[in-house]
């Protein structure tokens, strides 16, 4: 997987036109404005849930008292952060992705570990952080910008109604109706070009911040990637084992029941004709039978490899049983899995079982296999072994191959043990679900 696997951010851009005459009609600049002036009240909010978050870990030494404290805090944080994502949108344009939650559960001291461990966490703390000088920042700024123009604009009004006055501008004295003309035009033009040039600055930064610190990591986003491929091709498989037992129904209750019925109709048909000494015609449809038992016979095996009837209505036990009872070489079946994986796990579990003595009985000359298989909290351990002459290698053979395949499908994992001389071991691993 490489970098450009993964999305982009977007860059950061207020929207607003570069002409600073045309910027002033633009909705963009009022819209943040709104936003700078607007900061402080989230940085607000941001500082108390950080206070309370920071009591929670100061009290958490205290008989861990801050627990209830930190998990309230983890949780209004990250809801904070989503405020502030959809304000960002409202107002900018501008769209951040969602960072992973902590995962909260019922397991109070696991949800506070999860909290206290989460990138997101700490990435949220920092711009909140971060949000309070900003803020105050912005709030001066952009009040400065549009109120001090707009007020010298007014200078030349005041000397209007008050001719005799005299206004004062750091160490600039207004005194006269003329200058005060001239420090109006300046600070109109000031107003036009520099304030949306200003806001645009802040606006950019604002966003900047957000979108490093209110985005997921690149850590996450490949996590975010991978469990979106993992449950995808959990989807695929199961599909696949959902065709697999439809087919095998299909079959079951179509093709096999017909050729059942054809066979017991070419056996009273050959009843028939045995009075009447046809031998030839006897023959024939005889001959007919057989065949006709051989595809039932061979249709059952085909349906049984798919998916038996037995593993789904009994289970693993059942299912494997049957099988060894059909083999040809002795085989020790010892199924302990309550409670029952999920349908697509038992049906890989028994073609691996399946296969696996498959090849023990062409392969192997052994004169015992057996087959252990353990569910172990929310894992299926599968081991089955013979003592025949060994040297079963994977890299040689397709079989094991394919097995491997069909293991790694699920997050598996396919091990062989196969010394010249024996025993051979083959041991798979995998989630149950």
């Known amino acids: 997987m490489t970098d450009?696997?993964?999305p982009r951010a977007r860059p950061t851009d207020t929207g607003l036109p570069r002409n600073p005459v045309r910027a002033?009609?633009?909705p963009r600049l009022w819209l943040g404005s709104a936003l700078l002036a607007t900061d402080w009240v989230m940085a607000l909010a941001g500082l108390a849930v950080l206070t309370l978050l920071g009591t929670g870990v100061l009290l958490l030494p205290v008989a861990l008292t801050g627990i209830p404290l930190v998990m309230l805090a983890g949780w209004l944080l990250h809801r904070l952060a989503d405020m502030e994502?959809?304000?960002f949108a409202a107002l900018c344009g501008q769209t951040i992705t969602a960072q992973p939650a902590p995962e909260l559960s019922r397991a109070p001291i696991?949800?506070?570990y999860s909290v206290l461990t989460s990138a997101s966490t700490w990435q949220q703390v920092c711009y909140f952080t971060l949000l309070m000088p900003m803020s105050m920042l912005n709030v001066l700024v952009v009040s400065m910008v549009w109120t001090a123009p707009a007020m010298l604009a007014l200078l030349p009004l005041y000397y209007a109604v008050l001719p005799s006055g005299r206004a004062a501008i750091g160490p600039l004295v207004v005194d006269d109706p003329g200058m005060a003309l001239v420090v109006a035009a300046v600070a109109v033009v000031a107003g036009v070009t520099v304030s949306p040039l200003v806001v645009r600055v802040l606006t950019a930064a604002d966003t900047a911040v957000a979108r490093v610190l209110l985005a997921p990591t690149r850590d996450a986003q490949l996590n975010e990637r991978v469990e979106h491929l993992r449950v995808s091709r959990a989807r695929v498989v199961d599909a696949a084992e959902a065709e697999r037992r439809r087919i095998e129904r299909d079959l079951h209750d179509g093709a096999q029941q017909r050729l059942v019925a054809m066979a017991m109709t070419l056996g009273r048909a050959s009843a028939r004709l045995k009075s009447t000494e046809q031998s030839d015609t006897v023959e024939l449809i005889e001959s007919a039978r057989s065949e006709a038992r051989q595809a039932i016979t061979e249709l059952r095996d085909l349906t049984r490899g798919l998916h038996p009837p037995v593993l789904t209505d009994r289970g693993l036990d059942a299912a494997l049983s049957a099988v060894a009872a059909r083999s040809p070489v002795p085989v020790t079946i010892d199924v302990q899995?309550?409670?029952?994986?999920?349908?697509?796990i038992e049906g890989i579990a028994y073609f691996v079982v399946c296969e696996a003595l498959a090849n023990v009985a062409k392969h192997a000359a052994a004169s015992a296999a057996w087959v252990v298989i353990r569910r172990i909290d929310d894992r299926l351990s599968?081991?089955?072994g013979d003592n025949g002459i060994g040297?079963?290698?994977p890299e040689r053979g397709s079989g094991l191959r394919g097995l491997a395949d069909r293991v790694a499908g699920v997050d598996g994992r396919l091990g062989v043990s196969s010394p010249v001389g024996g025993p051979t071991l083959i041991e798979v691993d995998f989630q149950c679900v």
């Open 4 to 6: 450009k696997s993964l």
């Open 24 to 26: 002033l009609g633009s």
């Open 85 to 87: 994502r959809s304000r």
């Open 110 to 112: 696991r949800s506070t």
């Open 337 to 344: 899995v309550a409670p029952r994986p999920s349908a697509t």
């Open 382 to 384: 599968v081991t089955v």
């Open 391 to 393: 040297g079963a290698n």
